[in-house]
C-alpha cells in the first residue's frame, strides 16, 4: 500500500503474535491506535463513479455515508473458496457489532474471471451465499489497484476519516478482527469521531431469487435407478424424487444449520456433492458445515460420517476417524473401490480427501481401517500441479470428481485451474486432461476455446460426469455457462451443441449420467435439465409434490395452490368454507370436524392461530424460516338429504410455495376456499 501505516501496522503484528491473553492484545492494538492518531494519514481514495452497487439503495460514499464509521473493505472475488470461507467471520462481526455501533462491512468485489465482471453474476453470489452487507462490483478492479491489494481475500479497516488502520490478507483472523474492531469502536467513540447514524441505503438484495421454482441455487445432481438426488443448496436441503419428478423425501430445511436426526429434524448448510451406494444410502458433501453426512434413506435419519460441524479444518495429512477429523469445504463425492471408499473433493484445501467406507487395501498395498478419513492426492498447495506422486501433485479448488471405471480413472474439474485432470487408480498419478498451461503456477489460463490438451480453454468448471458408451467426460464449464465434451481417448475437448436454445444455461455446477439422459444442476436457473444426448431433446425436471395421501386420511377433494412470503414473521391465513349441496343440510354443525394433518414429508405444521366453527374453519400458519411445501385439512360432517343421513369426509390438499420476490410489505398471504359437497 502507498501508505506509511504498514511499517507500523508490523510492529504491532509482531507484538500480538507473542501475546496470549486477550487483555494483553487489547492493550497493544490500543497502544498502536493511540501512537497512530496523531500520524499524518491520506484517506483511502473514494469508490469510483458509475460502479454497480448491490444490496443498497444508492452508491455509498466514503465522505458521506460512511463517514464517521469504522469500515471493514471485503477484497473478494465471488469463485474464491478462501474468500467463501470468512464470510462466517464477517457475519459474527456484524452480528457483535451493528451499524449504530460504528461498524460498516463493504464487499468490494474485484473478479479474478471476466464472467466475475458482470454485475448480475456478482448479484446471484450475493444471494447464493447471504451476504447481508453492501457490495460494490469493481469489474476494472479500480479501488484494488488504488490500495495496492495483492491476494484474495484482503481486509482494510478504515478508520472514521477514511484512513487505514489495518490490513490482513487471507482467512484465519476472525480472533484479531474482533478485537481490533472493538477496540477502534471503543478508541473513536471516546475521540467523539463515531456517528451512530444509520445508513438507509443498507437493504439486502431482493432481485436474485428463484422465480417460483422449488428449488435455489441447485448445485449437484445424482441418480440411481429411479432415484434422482438433487442438493438445493440455497435451500440448504436434499430432495429426492422419482424420475417422474414425484418428491419421495425433503432433507433438512430451507434456514441454514446443523443437526443429524430425522429427516424433519435435521439441518445442512449449502450442501452441494451427492453419491449414491445404493438405494438406501447417499452420502451428502455438506460444504459450509465442513462435513460429509450419510442419509438413510430407509430409516429416514441424517447422521456425520466425517468432519466436525463448524470447525474449519486445516489439516491437510489428516488420519483419524471421520467424526474426529476436521475436514474443510468438501465440494463433490464419489465412490470407489466397488462402494469401499468414498472419494471427497475438498475445495477448501485444494486436494482429494478420501473416507474409507470399510477396511481397504489401497495404493502401494497400504491399509486403511474402516471409518478413516485421510488425503490422497494433493500437497494443499494451490497450484496445477502434476505428478506421478499423488501427494506431490497439487489442485487449485477441486469441485468435481467422477469414477471412469473401466478407464480405471477419476476425473476432476480442477475449478480455480480451470482445468479437467485424471487420478489414475492404479497408483494415484495426476495427469493433464484439458486446460491450463505448463506453468503450475498459472491460476489465469482460462477461456471458452475448443482444442486439444492444453490448447483447449475453460472457465472455472465445477462438475463433471462420466459416458461410459461413448468414453465421453460432460463437463459442468460454470463460467462460460456451457457444457464441454472430452473425448477420454485422445483429449479433445468441444463445446456441447445439442441442448435445446430455448434452455440457456447459467453457471451450471453439476452433472450426472444415467444411461443416454445427462442430468444438469443449472444453478443460477433455479432448475434441473435433463438432455436425452441420443434424440438431442432438453426438457426441464419438473419437481411435484407426490399426490398420493397418507392412508389414514379421506380421499381427496380439493387442491389449491399459494405462493406465500418466506420472510420472517410471514404466514399463510387458510380459510375453508364447506356448504351442503342444494336439498341437503347439516343437522348439527356442532358435529363437524376439522383436523390438520403433517405433510407427507413429515414436517411440523406451525399453527399461530385457529377458528373451527361448524362448516368454517380458519387456521394461521407460520410460513417464515423452514418453509412447508403443502398442507392437509381433513373434515368429517354428517350430512341429511330428506330422512336420509350420512357421514361425509373429505381432505383439501394445499400445495405452498414461495415467493421471494414479493416486495409486499403485508406479512400475510390468504387462501380462501369454498366448496360444496358433491354427494355422487
Not at 474439474?413 to 493433464?432: F, H, I, K, W, Y
Not at 406465500?564 to 410471514?570: I, P
Request: proline letters at 4%; one cysteine or more; charged letters at 20%.
Amino acid at each position: 500500500m502507498a501508505y506509511d501505516f504498514h511499517d507500523f501496522q508490523e510492529c504491532l503484528l509482531e507484538r500480538l503474535s507473542k501475546e496470549s491473553g486477550d487483555s494483553e492484545k487489547r492493550d497493544a492494538i490500543n497502544k498502536y491506535l493511540k501512537d497512530g492518531y496523531n500520524l499524518e494519514r491520506k484517506s483511502v481514495p473514494e469508490f469510483e463513479n458509475g460502479l454497480e452497487w448491490i444490496n443498497v439503495t444508492e452508491p455509498l460514499r466514503l465522505n458521506l455515508h460512511l463517514k464517521g464509521k469504522i469500515v471493514l473493505l471485503d477484497f473478494f472475488t465471488y469463485c474464491c473458496i478462501n474468500c467463501m470461507h470468512i464470510l462466517p467471520d464477517l457475519k459474527a462481526l456484524e452480528h457483535l457489532y451493528s451499524v449504530e455501533d460504528g461498524l460498516v462491512v463493504v464487499g468490494v468485489h474485484s473478479p479474478k474471471f471476466s464472467n466475475e465482471k458482470e454485475t448480475a453474476n456478482v448479484a446471484a453470489a450475493v444471494a447464493r451465499y447471504e451476504i447481508a452487507h453492501a457490495v460494490v462490483s469493481d469489474p476494472t478492479e479500480s479501488m484494488w489497484q488504488a490500495l495496492n491489494v495483492c491476494c484474495w481475500p484482503t481486509l482494510v479497516v478504515l478508520g472514521p476519516r477514511g484512513e487505514p488502520l489495518l490490513e490482513l490478507r487471507g482467512e484465519g483472523h476472525r480472533k484479531l478482527l474482533e478485537l481490533f474492531i472493538g477496540e477502534a469502536i471503543t478508541f473513536f467513540a471516546g475521540k467523539n469521531e463515531l456517528s451512530p447514524h444509520k445508513i438507509e441505503q443498507i437493504s439486502v438484495n431482493k432481485q436474485v431469487e428463484s422465480a417460483g421454482s422449488p428449488l435455489r441455487f441447485p448445485g449437484k445432481v445424482a441418480v440411481f435407478d429411479n432415484m434422482v438426488a438433487i442438493a438445493d443448496t440455497g435451500h440448504h436441503r436434499v430432495i429426492v424424487a422419482n424420475k417422474s419428478g414425484q418428491i419421495q423425501h425433503i432433507i433438512g430445511g430451507s434456514e441454514p444449520g446443523y443437526s443429524d436426526g430425522a429427516f424433519r429434524e435435521a439441518r445442512f448448510n449449502a450442501c452441494q456433492g451427492l453419491a449414491f451406494k445404493s438405494a438406501d444410502l447417499l452420502y451428502v458433501a455438506d460444504t459450509d458445515n465442513h462435513t460429509i453426512r450419510e442419509v438413510d434413506l430407509s430409516a429416514k435419519l441424517v447422521r456425520t460420517v466425517a468432519g466436525i460441524a463448524g470447525d474449519q479444518g486445516s489439516d491437510r495429512v489428516g488420519g483419524a476417524l471421520g467424526p474426529q477429523q476436521p475436514i474443510s469445504s468438501p465440494w463433490d463425492v464419489c465412490l470407489l473401490a466397488e462402494g469401499k471408499l468414498l472419494l471427497i473433493a475438498m475445495a477448501g484445501t485444494h486436494q482429494l480427501w478420501a473416507l474409507f467406507l470399510d477396511d481397504t487395501v489401497w495404493w502401494k498395498n497400504k491399509s486403511y481401517a474402516k471409518g478413516v478419513c485421510v488425503c490422497v492426492a494433493g500437497s494443499g498447495r494451490e497450484e496445477n500441479t502434476n505428478n506421478l506422486y499423488p501427494m506431490s501433485a497439487a489442485f487449485a479448488q477441486p469441485s468435481g470428481v467422477v469414477l471412469a471405471a473401466h478407464a480405471q480413472c477419476v476425473f476432476v474439474a480442477d475449478s480455480e485451474s480451470s482445468t479437467v485432470r485424471r487420478l489414475q487408480l492404479a497408483d494415484g498419478r495426476v495427469q493433464a486432461v484439458v486446460g491450463a498451461t505448463l506453468d503450475r503456477k498459472n491460476l489465469f489460463s482460462f477461456g471458452d476455446v475448443d482444442g486439444k490438451g492444453m490448447d483447449a480453454k475453460l472457465q472455472h468448471p465445477l462438475g463433471v460426469a462420466w459416458c461410459a458408451r461413448t468414453s465421453t467426460v460432460y463437463v459442468a464449464d460454470s463460467y462460460n455457462h456451457k457444457l464441454k465434451c472430452i473425448d477420454s481417448n485422445n483429449n479433445v475437448c468441444t463445446t456441447y451443441t445439442h441442448i435445446d436454445p430455448a434452455y440457456k444455461l447459467n453457471e451450471p455446477g453439476g452433472l450426472c449420467v444415467d444411461g443416454d439422459d445427462l442430468y444438469i444442476a443449472d444453478t443460477n436457473n433455479h432448475r434441473v435439465l435433463v438432455v436425452d444426448t441420443v434424440n438431442k431433446t432438453t426438457r426441464k425436471f419438473d419437481l411435484k409434490m407426490t399426490s398420493d395421501l397418507p392412508k389414514n386420511l379421506p380421499a381427496m377433494v380439493e387442491e389449491r395452490s399459494v405462493r406465500v412470503a418466506s420472510k420472517e414473521g410471514s404466514r399463510l391465513v387458510l380459510r375453508i368454507k364447506i356448504a351442503a349441496p342444494t336439498g341437503s343440510s347439516f343437522p348439527s354443525e356442532k358435529m363437524i370436524r376439522w383436523e390438520m394433518h403433517p405433510p407427507t414429508d413429515g414436517r411440523k405444521v406451525d399453527i399461530l392461530d385457529s377458528k373451527l366453527e361448524g362448516s368454517s374453519a380458519e387456521w394461521q400458519v407460520s410460513t417464515g424460516g423452514d418453509l412447508l411445501e403443502m398442507l392437509l385439512v381433513a373434515c368429517s360432517a354428517p350430512i341429511c338429504s330428506g330422512q336420509t343421513c350420512s357421514a361425509w369426509k373429505g381432505t383439501f390438499k394445499i400445495n405452498i410455495t414461495s415467493d421471494n420476490e414479493s416486495q409486499s410489505t403485508t406479512e400475510s398471504t390468504v387462501c380462501d376456499i369454498v366448496h360444496t359437497i358433491n354427494l355422487q
